[in-house]
């Protein structure tokens, strides 16, 4: 096992731990950090980790700072933004499901990338936990979640999971088969045990966290401790390999414009929800805006660690 992200998982177990036991025994302020915490998370670590992708770019395919190789980069993520909205308009349920696909992919590469084994194996582990992760967070609150998807997609989920048992059962089922394949996974290539043990905890603590804490701030810490944090990790890593310096400040300097601009969309949006009290349509807003943007950045970070692997 070749994980570089020990002392940040480290990180990421305990603070999902501390929201657990928040969550058992103050419910009510859970909630209320919920939106903070959020904030914070996609502030300091889960905007910024995509706001470099220009440079990534660069670096992958040589570009250099001239205007129209630049331009290339921006037509490039232009092109698949399009691609991506394309879909939700002409089929908004062909869009989530895209989405929906793209994001399990993504969640599970992220997490289990440095997992060196063979890659077809590798990238069912990477649909499994993935969709543990996807699942969870869309059927452990159907509350929340199902009035999002309906407007999205104009289906009602939660009378499509009605009774409590198929509930209860998508509940057990999501994270069983995840840790049944991830074991089966580690015991063939026989891992050693401290690694399968790591390896199976941090499964059980992200299952954990999405089963019992509230929604939102599960999400918030899954996505700005696990996700965000770990991709920025890898990025270091990678521009380290091909011979470019970068620290925590550099890494920041250079996001901060794409940072910007993106931070100011979110407050525009964010006062237009306050004002008009559009809430459920500005959510629904946000996950498609969400969804155009994550698959260019997916495939330039699928193109990064297939040239990081190779680089050793």
């Given at each position: ?9 480290a990180v990421a177990i305990t603070a999902a731990i501390l929201s657990i036991i928040l ?209 920025v990790k890898e990025m270091m890593s990678y521009f380290e390999k091909t011979g470019i ?68």
């Open positions: 096992m070749k994980d570089k992200r020990t002392t940040l998982r969550e058992l025994t103050y419910p009510a302020y859970s909630d209320s950090v919920k939106y903070p915490v959020l904030g914070l998370c996609l502030l300091l670590i889960g905007i910024p980790h995509g706001a470099i992708d220009h440079i990534v770019t660069s670096k992958l395919y040589n570009l250099s700072q001239t205007i129209s190789d630049q331009a290339k980069f921006y037509i490039y993520y232009l092109v698949m933004m399009t691609i991506m909205t394309s879909i939700w308009i002409i089929n908004p349920l062909s869009g989530f499901l895209v989405f929906a696909f793209l994001t399990i992919y993504h969640f599970g590469q992220a997490d289990l990338e440095h997992l060196d084994i063979n890659k077809n194996i590798k990238r069912l582990l990477f649909l499994s936990r993935g969709s543990m992760i996807m699942g969870l967070i869309i059927i452990s609150d159907l509350q929340y979640t199902s009035p999002i998807l309906l407007d999205l997609t104009g289906i009602n989920i939660l009378e499509q999971i009605s009774g409590a048992s198929i509930h209860n059962t998508l509940l057990a089922v999501l994270p069983l088969q995840y840790l049944v394949i991830q074991t089966a996974t580690l015991m063939y290539y026989k891992f050693q045990a401290s690694d399968i043990i790591y390896i199976l905890f941090d499964a059980f603590i992200v299952a954990a966290l999405f089963l019992i804490v509230n929604p939102i701030l599960a999400f918030a810490i899954y996505f700005g401790l696990w996700h965000s944090a770990g991709h310096k970068m620290n925590l400040k550099s890494f920041y300097l250079k996001a901060l414009p794409l940072n910007l601009i993106t931070l100011i969309g979110i407050g525009l949006i964010y006062w237009i929800s306050q004002t008009y009290q559009f809430e459920l349509q500005i959510v629904s807003l946000l996950f498609i805006i969400i969804s155009v943007l994550t698959l260019p950045h997916m495939l330039i970070v699928e193109k990064m660690y297939s040239r990081s692997s190779s680089l050793g």
